[in-house]
Structures are given as C-alpha cells and as structure tokens.
C-alpha cells in the first residue's frame, strides 16, 4: 500500500464567506453611550471577562427578572 506523499493543503476561510455567515447569522445593534457608563461597562466587562455581547445578555436577563 503507497502512502499519499502531497502534504495536505492548508485552506482559509476567505472574509467575504465570513462575512455572508456573520450577516445571516447576527444583527447589529449600535448605541451611542457617555463616556463614564462606557467606563463602567468596560470595567465590569474585564472584571468579569466577558464579552460586549455577554453583557448585553446579562443586563437584558437581569431587566426580565
């Protein structure tokens, strides 16, 4: 039995397949925020090593309870 001896390619998902995924797949949302509630976003955000968007989903769960 002969082994296949071409390296195997390495492939790369180009931006615009990204993008395509990213658009059907995500909404945008967009706010203008002052600066010292962006600080505290921000502060909150590293402290608890999450996301923007883990955020989001924390601030909107704690409005439903």
Sequence with gaps: ??????????TRTSSAVKNR???KTY???QTAIKP???ER????????????????ERAIEALDH
């Design 21 to 23: 995924y990213n658009a």
């Design 36 to 38: 010292p509630i962006m």
């Design 1 to 10: 039995m002969e082994e296949n001896t071409t390296p195997k390619r390495k």
């Design 41 to 56: 976003i921000e502060d909150y955000n590293e402290r608890e090593a999450i996301s923007k968007a883990q955020f989001l």
């Design 27 to 29: 909404k945008r949302y």
